[in-house]
């Protein structure tokens, strides 16, 4: 049975920085694509990062270019989303999402089958 636990989330000033983790089980997070997803309150979730899996290029939505950068620990099954810069508007439950078997690379939510329960995110002006 496959489970991600996010970690790491809380509140922040603006301009401050957090680090997510997401240590997963049943699966091998090298193995998958992987990525992280927000919603904020009354928004559909929305991209954030992703990890291609085996090769580990990484992707961005524009909104985390230059602030945010996914990594995995292939030793620790652990991915992390490291946020710098952070600002208001990044406000949001954080959700770690592991591709399905045949996903080599997305950015849409339903390519990703399995999720994690989230991690709030305050940044506060």
């Known amino acids: 049975q496959v489970q991600l636990v996010e970690s790491g989330g809380g509140l922040v000033q603006a301009g401050g920085s957090l680090r997510l983790s997401c240590a997963a089980s049943?699966?091998?997070?090298?193995?998958?694509?992987m990525a992280w997803f927000r919603q904020a309150p009354g928004k559909e979730r929305e991209f954030v990062a992703a990890?291609?899996?085996?090769?580990?290029?990484?992707t961005y939505a524009d909104s985390g270019k230059g602030r945010f950068t996914i990594s995995r620990d292939n030793a620790k099954n652990t991915v992390y989303l490291q946020m710098n810069s952070l600002k208001p508007g990044d406000t949001a439950v954080y959700y770690c999402?592991?591709?399905?078997?045949?996903?080599?690379?997305?950015?849409?939510?339903?390519?990703?089958?399995?999720w994690g329960q989230g991690t709030q995110v305050t940044v506060s002006s």
């Open positions: 990890i291609i899996r085996s090769a580990g290029s990484t």
């Open positions: 049943g699966l091998t997070v090298s193995s998958y694509a």
């Open positions: 999402a592991a591709g399905r078997s045949d996903t080599y690379y997305s950015t849409v939510p339903s390519a990703f089958g399995s």
